[in-house]
Protein backbone atom coordinates (compact mmCIF):
# COMPACT_ATOMS: atom_id res chain seq x y z
CA UNK A 1 0.00 0.00 0.00
CA UNK A 2 1.01 3.44 -0.62
CA UNK A 3 3.76 4.85 1.95
CA UNK A 4 4.59 8.78 3.03
CA UNK A 5 7.97 9.57 4.06
CA UNK A 6 8.53 13.33 5.19
CA UNK A 7 12.16 14.82 5.12
CA UNK A 8 13.42 17.81 5.78
CA UNK A 9 15.19 20.10 8.09
CA UNK A 10 14.55 20.20 11.32
CA UNK A 11 15.43 23.43 12.56
CA UNK A 12 15.06 26.91 10.95
CA UNK A 13 15.78 30.05 11.67
CA UNK A 14 13.41 33.36 11.81
CA UNK A 15 12.57 35.03 8.44
CA UNK A 16 13.72 31.69 6.29
CA UNK A 17 12.26 29.11 4.40
CA UNK A 18 10.98 26.51 5.78
CA UNK A 19 11.41 23.48 2.77
CA UNK A 20 10.31 19.77 3.27
CA UNK A 21 9.44 16.73 0.53
CA UNK A 22 7.23 13.84 1.14
CA UNK A 23 8.55 10.97 -1.28
CA UNK A 24 5.48 8.75 -2.46
CA UNK A 25 6.22 4.79 -2.52
CA UNK A 26 4.24 1.67 -2.91
CA UNK A 27 1.71 3.38 -5.25
CA UNK A 28 1.43 6.12 -7.97
CA UNK A 29 1.42 9.62 -7.52
CA UNK A 30 -0.87 10.42 -10.45
CA UNK A 31 -4.65 11.16 -10.26
CA UNK A 32 -4.14 12.02 -6.98
CA UNK A 33 -4.16 14.95 -4.65
CA UNK A 34 -1.37 15.27 -1.92
CA UNK A 35 -1.63 17.46 1.27
CA UNK A 36 0.01 18.91 3.96
CA UNK A 37 -1.34 19.88 7.54
CA UNK A 38 0.47 20.84 10.47
CA UNK A 39 0.16 20.46 14.02
CA UNK A 40 1.55 23.04 16.51
CA UNK A 41 2.65 21.78 20.17
CA UNK A 42 -0.17 20.74 22.14
CA UNK A 43 -3.13 22.09 19.35
CA UNK A 44 -5.17 20.86 16.49
CA UNK A 45 -4.19 20.22 13.47
CA UNK A 46 -4.36 23.28 10.27
CA UNK A 47 -4.67 22.31 6.92
CA UNK A 48 -1.67 23.79 4.91
CA UNK A 49 -2.94 23.33 1.05
CA UNK A 50 -2.71 20.72 -1.41
CA UNK A 51 -1.84 20.08 -4.80
CA UNK A 52 -3.17 17.87 -7.58
CA UNK A 53 -1.05 15.51 -9.72
CA UNK A 54 -0.98 17.99 -12.93
CA UNK A 55 0.01 20.70 -10.59
CA UNK A 56 -2.86 22.79 -9.51
CA UNK A 57 -2.97 24.30 -5.75
CA UNK A 58 -4.95 25.18 -3.34
CA UNK A 59 -3.60 26.79 -0.03
CA UNK A 60 -4.90 27.81 2.96
CA UNK A 61 -5.95 31.61 2.75
CA UNK A 62 -4.34 32.40 6.04
CA UNK A 63 -0.81 30.89 4.67
CA UNK A 64 -1.33 31.59 1.08
CA UNK A 65 0.98 34.29 0.63
CA UNK A 66 3.54 32.04 1.77
CA UNK A 67 3.19 28.60 1.15
CA UNK A 68 4.07 26.94 -2.25
CA UNK A 69 3.07 22.93 -2.66
CA UNK A 70 4.63 21.89 -5.59
CA UNK A 71 4.91 17.77 -7.55
CA UNK A 72 7.32 15.63 -8.92
CA UNK A 73 6.02 13.39 -10.63
CA UNK A 74 9.11 11.53 -12.42
CA UNK A 75 10.54 11.79 -8.49
CA UNK A 76 7.68 10.39 -6.91
CA UNK A 77 7.22 13.38 -4.28
CA UNK A 78 5.76 16.37 -3.52
CA UNK A 79 7.27 19.32 -1.60
CA UNK A 80 6.16 22.71 1.04
CA UNK A 81 7.75 25.80 1.08
CA UNK A 82 6.69 27.85 3.60
CA UNK A 83 8.56 31.55 3.45
CA UNK A 84 9.16 34.11 6.11
CA UNK A 85 8.80 32.13 8.95
CA UNK A 86 8.20 32.29 12.67
CA UNK A 87 8.17 31.21 16.18
CA UNK A 88 3.97 30.33 15.17
CA UNK A 89 5.04 28.37 12.47
CA UNK A 90 7.07 25.61 14.55
CA UNK A 91 4.51 22.24 14.45
CA UNK A 92 4.74 19.18 13.36
CA UNK A 93 4.41 18.71 9.42
CA UNK A 94 2.60 15.65 8.28
CA UNK A 95 1.78 14.92 4.30
CA UNK A 96 -1.04 12.94 3.51
CA UNK A 97 -2.76 11.87 0.55
CA UNK A 98 -6.21 13.40 -0.63
CA UNK A 99 -9.01 10.82 -1.30
CA UNK A 100 -11.93 11.82 -2.99
CA UNK A 101 -14.99 9.81 -4.03
CA UNK A 102 -17.72 12.47 -5.20
CA UNK A 103 -18.53 15.29 -3.11
CA UNK A 104 -17.18 13.34 -0.09
CA UNK A 105 -13.39 13.71 0.37
CA UNK A 106 -10.81 12.38 3.55
CA UNK A 107 -7.17 11.93 4.12
CA UNK A 108 -5.48 8.87 3.87
CA UNK A 109 -2.85 7.57 4.51
CA UNK A 110 -0.47 9.89 6.49
CA UNK A 111 3.61 10.31 6.51
CA UNK A 112 5.02 9.53 10.43
CA UNK A 113 5.60 13.32 10.47
CA UNK A 114 8.40 15.69 11.49
CA UNK A 115 8.68 18.42 13.80
CA UNK A 116 10.08 21.59 12.59
CA UNK A 117 11.29 24.36 15.16
CA UNK A 118 11.66 28.06 14.34
CA UNK A 119 14.66 29.46 16.04
CA UNK A 120 18.15 31.42 16.04
CA UNK B 1 -9.18 28.99 18.09
CA UNK B 2 -10.30 26.10 15.59
CA UNK B 3 -13.53 26.19 13.57
CA UNK B 4 -15.09 23.10 14.73
CA UNK B 5 -15.86 22.50 18.30
CA UNK B 6 -14.73 19.52 20.13
CA UNK B 7 -14.68 18.89 24.35
CA UNK B 8 -10.64 19.28 25.09
CA UNK B 9 -11.16 15.82 27.11
CA UNK B 10 -13.62 12.95 27.42
CA UNK B 11 -12.85 9.68 29.48
CA UNK B 12 -14.50 6.17 30.35
CA UNK B 13 -13.75 2.60 31.80
CA UNK B 14 -13.22 -0.46 29.91
CA UNK B 15 -16.33 -1.65 28.35
CA UNK B 16 -18.15 1.85 28.33
CA UNK B 17 -19.34 3.86 25.35
CA UNK B 18 -18.35 7.43 24.84
CA UNK B 19 -18.75 9.98 22.51
CA UNK B 20 -16.94 12.81 21.23
CA UNK B 21 -18.68 15.65 19.80
CA UNK B 22 -18.42 18.13 16.84
CA UNK B 23 -20.34 21.25 16.21
CA UNK B 24 -19.43 23.27 13.56
CA UNK B 25 -21.42 25.55 11.14
CA UNK B 26 -23.50 25.75 7.86
CA UNK B 27 -20.21 26.41 5.52
CA UNK B 28 -18.62 22.99 6.77
CA UNK B 29 -20.51 20.26 8.75
CA UNK B 30 -23.86 21.90 7.60
CA UNK B 31 -23.16 21.23 3.44
CA UNK B 32 -20.31 18.42 3.56
CA UNK B 33 -19.28 15.01 4.94
CA UNK B 34 -17.29 14.17 8.53
CA UNK B 35 -14.09 12.94 8.62
CA UNK B 36 -12.58 11.79 12.09
CA UNK B 37 -8.88 10.53 13.03
CA UNK B 38 -7.35 9.11 15.73
CA UNK B 39 -4.23 9.92 16.67
CA UNK B 40 -2.17 7.50 19.02
CA UNK B 41 0.11 9.14 21.24
CA UNK B 42 2.95 10.09 19.20
CA UNK B 43 1.67 9.32 16.13
CA UNK B 44 0.31 10.87 13.09
CA UNK B 45 -2.96 10.69 12.96
CA UNK B 46 -4.87 7.67 11.38
CA UNK B 47 -8.44 7.56 9.54
CA UNK B 48 -10.90 6.20 11.64
CA UNK B 49 -14.83 7.52 10.17
CA UNK B 50 -15.36 8.91 6.48
CA UNK B 51 -17.71 10.31 5.07
CA UNK B 52 -19.86 11.10 8.20
CA UNK B 53 -20.34 6.59 9.40
CA UNK B 54 -18.00 4.94 7.01
CA UNK B 55 -15.29 2.61 8.50
CA UNK B 56 -12.05 2.53 6.52
CA UNK B 57 -11.16 -1.51 6.64
CA UNK B 58 -9.43 -2.94 9.40
CA UNK B 59 -11.42 -0.25 11.82
CA UNK B 60 -13.27 -2.10 14.07
CA UNK B 61 -17.06 -1.77 14.19
CA UNK B 62 -16.92 -0.43 18.10
CA UNK B 63 -16.29 2.85 16.47
CA UNK B 64 -19.41 4.82 14.49
CA UNK B 65 -19.69 7.64 13.37
CA UNK B 66 -22.82 10.21 12.63
CA UNK B 67 -23.85 13.37 11.61
CA UNK B 68 -27.02 15.87 12.25
CA UNK B 69 -27.55 19.55 10.95
CA UNK B 70 -24.00 21.29 11.66
CA UNK B 71 -23.40 18.27 14.32
CA UNK B 72 -21.43 15.23 14.75
CA UNK B 73 -20.26 12.52 16.71
CA UNK B 74 -17.99 10.02 17.30
CA UNK B 75 -18.97 6.91 19.43
CA UNK B 76 -17.10 4.03 20.79
CA UNK B 77 -18.41 1.58 22.41
CA UNK B 78 -16.95 -1.85 24.44
CA UNK B 79 -13.82 1.06 25.30
CA UNK B 80 -10.24 -0.44 25.51
CA UNK B 81 -6.78 0.41 26.90
CA UNK B 82 -5.37 0.93 23.11
CA UNK B 83 -8.48 3.44 22.65
CA UNK B 84 -6.27 5.86 24.35
CA UNK B 85 -5.72 9.00 22.10
CA UNK B 86 -6.22 12.16 20.28
CA UNK B 87 -9.43 12.31 18.20
CA UNK B 88 -9.99 14.85 15.78
CA UNK B 89 -13.02 15.67 13.35
CA UNK B 90 -12.41 17.48 10.17
CA UNK B 91 -14.99 18.91 7.05
CA UNK B 92 -14.68 21.04 4.30
CA UNK B 93 -15.44 24.31 4.46
CA UNK B 94 -17.28 26.13 1.37
CA UNK B 95 -16.25 29.72 2.79
CA UNK B 96 -12.63 28.79 3.39
CA UNK B 97 -12.67 26.88 0.58
CA UNK B 98 -10.53 24.41 2.41
CA UNK B 99 -10.30 21.84 5.02
CA UNK B 100 -11.57 22.56 8.86
CA UNK B 101 -10.33 20.51 11.85
CA UNK B 102 -11.55 20.57 15.61
CA UNK B 103 -9.60 20.72 18.15
CA UNK B 104 -8.74 17.73 19.33
CA UNK B 105 -10.18 15.73 22.10
CA UNK B 106 -8.17 13.56 24.52
CA UNK B 107 -9.91 10.46 25.52
CA UNK B 108 -8.72 8.84 28.53
CA UNK B 109 -9.23 4.93 29.47
CA UNK B 110 -9.61 4.90 33.12
Known amino acids: QVHLQVSGPGLVKPSETLSLTCNVT????????WSWIRQPPGRGLEWVGY???????NYNPSLKRRVTIAVDKSKKYFSLKLTSVTAADTAMYYCARLQISGTNNWFDPWGQGTLVTVSS | QSVLTQPPSASGTPGQRVTISCSGGNSNIGGNTVNWYQQLPGMAPKLLIY???QRPSGVPDRFSGSKSGTSASLAIRGLQSDDEADYHC???????????FGGGTKLTVL
Open chain 2, 51 to 53: SND
Open chain 2, 90 to 100: AAWDDSLNGWV
Open chain 1, 51 to 57: VFFSGGT
Open chain 1, 26 to 33: GGSISSYY
